[in-house]
């Protein structure tokens, strides 16, 4: 048998695109509570002082899925298909509404009590991401977003409440989603609004810096209150960036392209700033500022694992000209790879390059890996109360086996949860058709639907994979 017994198999979800309820019991505004769904949020992303000044008639985060009333039955259905782990997030704003307050919303707090004891019913370990895409919106009108260092506290006091709070529920906790998003989409990863006249590249690094130092605070309140019994872990948006030929020039350019990623874990995993850093701020013009004390906070408390979400490799040239209409379609700037075929949405499929980043992780690092994203966005039909999705079975069938020929390669890895184990708003697009579940919730790009629960062919399909351990696939 290629996988450990104690294996976590399960799936993945964030408060932000399943919970809804979005002012609920207190619950603050979270900075993607403004954004559109289609056409419309890609402008708001990248730009979003227009989302910050238009009344849109559809927001999906504010009802999303309901997850917030439906949990039970919706964790019941994970169980039956055998969770041993569920990933999902806690709600920011739910636990301070505006982000600075010094006391928190203990309506909030007790949501999170109940959904983790519904997980434990079925025992199921709950994966807990403190800060997926929902900062309080607050602290980006107040304080300008990471790019403050006040935001250093706000959530050094948020992450302090919540590991006390579930300290005998949750083992396994990530502190940024996808940390390097900040880089490609500043608003999501870092509630960033940049001005026309800044350095770009500046403000990001600098707010980079503030969540290095947060991360790092939030794992050492965590080994205070809980030691060992805790796994702190960072997460990484990977997948591998390939020189587009055999060219030295393009082979250099992927090495740099690659460190933009592996810069934030070089740093959470080393507890450092790697080497190269010097000459690639200098040359984006990049100053970090620093405060006495930063350096020996991120030395002392590395994470215990690396986390990552894998969708796609990427392809970069050192040819300018290569980049004239070529792209492929999501956050990260790829050239499309003639190897591959994409999804509906334009990503790229690359099975093998799950591979060839769990081998280059590993090497890099020598840490457990924990795969905590990967599965295919598509439009799904409902028939006769289910869904016929074998393309998604296939998507998962490749992934899941070069998955398992790293671990033979001699990756040490804890587990793998599927994005969007049940339908859920995107996260790039705020649609609702683009479905990565088993299970299927009839809601459409307009929140009309029933909000009713099917099971789809993949759900029979992902139960029999955890019940033989990845064997039958
Ligand atoms: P959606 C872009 C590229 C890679 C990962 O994305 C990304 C994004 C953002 O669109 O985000 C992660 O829903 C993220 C999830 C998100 C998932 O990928 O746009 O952690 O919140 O839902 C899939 O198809």
Redesign the pocket.
Known sequence: MALPKDFLWGG?I?A??AEGAYKEDGKGLALVDILPSGEKRREALWNPKVALNTTYDHYPSHEAIDFYHTYKEDIKLMAEMGFKVFRTSISWPRIFPNGDEKEPNEAGLAFYDDLFDECQKYGIEPLVTLN??DTPLYLTTEYGGWRNRKLIEFYERYAKVVLERYKDKVKYWLTF??IN?LL??PF?GGGLVIEEDENEDQVKFQAAHHQLVASSLATKAAKEINGENFMIGC?L?A?EVYPYSCHPEDMMKAVEENRKQYFFIDVQSRGEYPSYTDRMFKELGVEIEMEQGDEEILKQYPVDFISF?Y??SRLTSADPEMYKGATSG???KSLKNPHLKASE?G?QIDPLGLRVTMNNLYDRYQKPLFIV?N?L?AKDELKDGTVEDDYRIEYMREHLKEMIEAVKDGVDLLGYTS??CID??????G?MK?R?GFIYVDRDNHGNGTGKRYKKKSFDWYKKVIETNGEKL
């Open positions: 993945a964030a932000n695109q997926h895409f989603n996808e998003m490609h989409i999501f997460m948006a997948g979400s969708y796609s999501n956050a990260f949405w990503w994203e599965g966005g994005w969007g859920i708003v995107s996260a790039g697009t649609e683009k990565y």
